[in-house]
C-alpha cells in the first residue's frame, strides 16, 4: 500500500477559491439583512438580492391553494412565456406598439360578441386593470349620460343615486364615493342573499343614474336575476317613463355564463343592458390585472369622456383612468382566447364548475355545515355552520385550514343577514379534483378537532374577510 505525505499549503488558491465559492447565505447581503424602511445606501449582487426576496415571499400563502381569491393562479407555460416576452409593452404605446393595440380590438370584438352585441349595433369596449376599473368606467358612462338627460330637461344634476344589492362587491363603494354618487343598497332579506326585480324598482326614481345586476355575486357566487331585473325596469318606464339603464357587472359571471349557461339572459340581448365589465384576470384566465367594459354602442359612452392617442399616423380614442399599463396581459388574454377557443372555455368552466359541486356536496354530507350556494352558477359556493354547532365558528375553521395550507375565508354577510358567518370557496382552473379530496379531508379532520373543542377559542383580532 502506498504511503501519502502531507503536502504544503497551496495557499494563492485557496484565497481565491474563497471569492469565488462566496456561499450565498454569508454574503454580505444576506448577513446583514436587507433594508426595510429606508433605501440602502449600497446595493448587492442581483442573485443575493433575487435569493433575499424569494426566501421572504415563500412565507406568502400558495397561490393554487388560495381558494378565496377569484383571480387566475395557474397559466400555461406557453402563456407564462409570451407574457415575460411582453413585459416591456406599455399598453397605452399605440403607434410604438400596433400589433399588441390591434390585439386588444381583437379581444373586445371577440367579448362584444360573445356577449351577444346585436348585429348592426358598434359595440365599444376597452381593456382595464381590472373589473373595478372598468366599474368605474361604466359607472361614469352612466353618470354622464344621466347629467345629459337631466340638464336637457331643465332638471337639477346634484343628487344622482345608484341602485344595487348590498352584496356588490366594494369597487362600486368606490365609484359612488369617488363620483359623488348616493349608494342605494338594497339589504339581504331570509333567503335574499342578493338583489332582485322588485326591491331594484323600488329604489328607481327620476336621480338614478343605472341599476348593477352582479352576475354572480362576490359573497357566494349565485347569478342575481338581469332578466328580471330588465323587464321589471321595462314596466317601470310603461309605468312611469323613468328610463333606467342597467350596467352588468360579470366580473366572473361574464366569463362563465356563455359558456355554460346559454340560455341565461344577461347580455346585450337584453335591451337595457347598456355596458357590462369582466375580469380578464379572473375566469378569463389571465394573470392579474386585466379587465374588460363593453358599451352596447357608441351612443352609450359620451364622447367627452373620450381621450385620443397617436396611432399609425393617426389618433385612437381610448377611454381609461390609467396612462401606462402592462401591455401583456393583453397578449395573454388574446393567447388564451386562440389557445381555447369556446370550446376550451367551456370545457374548462365546465370542468371547475364540476370540482365545485361535488366539494359542496361532500361538505354538506360533512354534518355540521349547511350549503349558501353549491356552485352550480358560478363554481363559488358559501356554507355555513349548522345552528346547533355552538363550540367553535366559520372563523376557527378558516384558522385550522391555514394552518393546513389552505386559504379559505370567513366573513360575516351584510345587512339584514348579519347573523350570518359564511365560508367560501371559488374554484379555479387547476384546482382539480384530486386537490378536492385533499380539501375535503382536511376540512373533515379540522372539524373532527374543533368537535372536541370546549367553550369557545379566542377570536383574532381582525378576524373576517373585505369583499
Ligand atoms: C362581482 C365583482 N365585481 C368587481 C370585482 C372587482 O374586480 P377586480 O379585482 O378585477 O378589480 C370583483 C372582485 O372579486 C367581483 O367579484
Redesign the pocket.
Known amino acids: 500500500m502506498a504511503l501519502h505525505r502531507k503536502a504544503p499549503h497551496s495557499h494563492d488558491i485557496q484565497t481565491a477559491a474563497r471569492g469565488a465559492i462566496d456561499p450565498i447565505f454569508a454574503r454580505a447581503g444576506e448577513l446583514a439583512g436587507a433594508a426595510k424602511h429606508e433605501l440602502p445606501a449600497e446595493g448587492m449582487r442581483p442573485d443575493t438580492a433575487y435569493q433575499v426576496v424569494h426566501d421572504e415571499l415563500m412565507l406568502d400563502g400558495n397561490a393554487r391553494l388560495n381558494l378565496a381569491t377569484?383571480?387566475t393562479t395557474w397559466m400555461e407555460p406557453q402563456a407564462q412565456q409570451l407574457m415575460a416576452e411582453t413585459f416591456d409593452k406599455n399598453m397605452i404605446d399605440k403607434d410604438e406598439y400596433p400589433r399588441t393595440a390591434d390585439l386588444e380590438m381583437r379581444c373586445v370584438n371577440m367579448l362584444a360578441r360573445l356577449w351577444h352585441s346585436p348585429d348592426g349595433e358598434e359595440a365599444t369596449g376597452t381593456s382595464t386593470t381590472?373589473?373595478?376599473?372598468a366599474?368605474m368606467l361604466g359607472g361614469m358612462a352612466l353618470k354622464w349620460r344621466w347629467r345629459e338627460r337631466m340638464r336637457k330637461a331643465g332638471k337639477p344634476t346634484d343628487s344622482p343615486n345608484m341602485v344595487m344589492g348590498i352584496n356588490v362587491?366594494v369597487?362600486w363603494e368606490k365609484f359612488c364615493r369617488y363620483w359623488d354618487i348616493e349608494m342605494r343598497l338594497v339589504p339581504m332579506e331570509g333567503d335574499r342573499f342578493h338583489l332582485d326585480a322588485a326591491e331594484a324598482v323600488k329604489q328607481c326614481d327620476e336621480n338614478t343614474i343605472g341599476v348593477i345586476p352582479?352576475l354572480g355575486?362576490?359573497f357566494d357566487g349565485s347569478y342575481e336575476p338581469v332578466e328580471e331585473i330588465c323587464a321589471a325596469l321595462d314596466q317601470l318606464q310603461a309605468d312611469t317613463g323613468l328610463d333606467v339603464p342597467v350596467h352588468v357587472?360579470g366580473?366572473?359571471g361574464a366569463f362563465v355564463a356563455p359558456f355554460l349557461d346559454p340560455n341565461v339572459m344577461w347580455d346585450f340581448r337584453l335591451p337595457r343592458v347598456q355596458s357590462i365589465n369582466a375580469?380578464g384576470?379572473?375566469y378569463g384566465l389571465v394573470y392579474p390585472?386585466v379587465?374588460w367594459v363593453v358599451w352596447r354602442n357608441p351612443e352609450a359612452l359620451p364622447e367627452d369622456l373620450v381621450f385620443r392617442v397617436n396611432y399609425l399616423g393617426g389618433e385612437m380614442p381610448t377611454f381609461s383612468l390609467n396612462f401606462s399599463r402592462p401591455g401583456n396581459q393583453i397578449v395573454a388574454q388574446y393567447y388564451n382566447f386562440i389557445r381555447l377557443g369556446f370550446d376550451g372555455y367551456r370545457r374548462v368552466q365546465q370542468a371547475a364548475r364540476d370540482v365545485a359541486t361535488y366539494v359542496s356536496a361532500k361538505v354538506a354530507s360533512m354534518g355540521p355545515f349547511q350549503l349558501i350556494t353549491d356552485g352550480s352558477e358560478l363554481p363559488v359556493f358559501a356554507f355555513a355552520l349548522k345552528p346547533e354547532i355552538t363550540n367553535y365558528t366559520v372563523f376557527d375553521v378558516s384558522r385550522m385550514m391555514r394552518e393546513k395550507g389552505w386559504l379559505i375565508p370567513a366573513y360575516r354577510f351584510p345587512a339584514n343577514r348579519e347573523d350570518l358567518a359564511a365560508l367560501r370557496i371559488v374554484v379555479k382552473n387547476g384546482f382539480t379534483r384530486d386537490l378536492a379530496d385533499f380539501l375535503v379531508d382536511d376540512l373533515a379532520t379540522s372539524v373532527e378537532y374543533l368537535k372536541r373543542v370546549e367553550g369557545s377559542l379566542p377570536a383574532e383580532p381582525g378576524e373576517g374577510f373585505h369583499?
Open positions: 377569484f383571480v381590472g373589473s373595478s376599473e366599474a362587491q369597487c352582479v355575486s362576490t357587472d366580473a366572473s375580469s384576470h379572473k390585472g379587465g369583499h
